[in-house]
């Protein structure tokens, strides 16, 4: 059975730094494109950024370039977010999901309970 | 960035129902439209992939069909567990980007 099970989310106030970490288990992490996926409350659903199955590439919604960096372990089977200079607006649940390549793109097939940070004073 | 634009953005049906969404992309996306289903206070799950494979486990009633700008995702019988929010989603280029969502609320 495939699980994602995210943590480190909080309460963390503005300006502030926070990683989040995924651990994967139940698929081969290590031939997965992985990506971070958001919710800010009562909101829809938004792409926060995305690494290649080795983690020679990433690529990251324009919102968060310079402040987020996406990595992976793929020896601990984990996804990692590090966020920095933390803004009301990055307030959101933030999913862990893996990525599986298609004919016809990319799906999000397999998604983890999500962990909500919550940026205040 | 591409824009993906759902219709209806609620929608009340009862069980039975025959229900179709609307996802109307602002340029040509080819075939690389997924959908999902979201539940309150759970994860998205997906129901179609490359706008008409279901996913596996997903029932039958789901179905997805269209290409370039216009897609739809038809339920063909309402069951209770169906009413979500349902959401489109690109995947033809960066930034993957999804419409703003689809309620389905029991008429």
């Known amino acids: 059975e495939v699980q994602l099970v995210e943590s480190g989310g909080g309460l963390v106030q503005p300006g502030g730094s926070l990683r989040l970490s995924c651990e994967a288990s139940g698929f081969t992490f290590s031939s997965y494109w992985m990506s971070w996926v958001r919710q800010a409350p009562g909101k829809g659903l938004e792409w926060v950024a995305n690494i290649k199955e080795d983690g020679s590439e990433k690529y990251y919604v324009d919102s968060v370039k310079g402040r987020f960096t996406i990595s992976r372990d793929n020896a601990k089977n984990s996804l990692y977010l590090q966020m920095n200079s933390l803004r009301a607006e990055d307030t959101a649940v933030y999913y862990c999901?893996?990525?599986?390549?298609?004919?016809?793109?990319?799906?999000?097939?397999?998604w983890g309970q999500g962990t909500l940070v919550t940026v205040s004073s | 960035d591409i824009q993906m634009t759902q219709s209806p953005s609620s929608l009340s049906a009862s069980v039975g129902d025959r229900v179709t969404i609307t996802c109307r992309a602002s340029?040509?996306?080819?075939?690389?439209l997924n959908w999902y289903q979201q539940k309150p206070g759970k994860a998205p799950k997906l129901l179609i992939y490359a706008a008409s494979s279901l996913q596996s486990g997903v029932p039958s009633t789901f179905s997805g069909s269209g290409s370039g700008t216009d897609f739809t995702l038809t339920i063909s019988s309402l069951q209770p567990e169906d009413f979500a929010t349902y959401y489109c989603?690109?995947?033809?280029?960066?930034?993957?980007?999804f419409g703003q969502g689809t309620k389905l609320e029991i008429k």
């Open positions: 340029q040509s996306i080819r075939s690389y």
């Open positions: 999901v893996s990525r599986s390549r298609g004919s016809s793109g990319f799906r999000w097939d397999y």
């Open positions: 989603q690109q995947s033809y280029s960066t930034p993957e980007t």
